[in-house]
């Protein structure tokens, strides 16, 4: 899953991404526009592509690059089946309650 933002007369990274020219990518602080590029897989997130593309792109003012790369690991799949592992340290709170405070 690929998904990227290039300037208007620059290269994708990779070739055979598809081109978005309806929604363009915009800083909304200098507005210069962007491109998005994408490949089959990354189609499906269009709309999350071009929302997170412009959030980059903003965030980058005022060094603009030619491309823009979206991580888009957290869509892929096979990472949400992955288990996650949490601790936590439980506190009996009981114990607390029958604690007189310190009374000088």
Known sequence: MHAEAVKPGAMASTRGLMED?????????????????????????????????????????PDHGSNVFLDLAALNPEQSRKPEVVWSIRTPLMSSLKKKPDLP
């Open 21 to 61: 020219l309806n929604r363009p990518v915009m800083c909304s602080e200098c507005s210069v526009k962007y491109h998005l590029h994408y490949d089959q897989e990354a189609e499906a997130a269009l709309t999350f592509c071009s929302i997170l593309a412009n959030e980059i792109v903003t965030a980058r003012h």
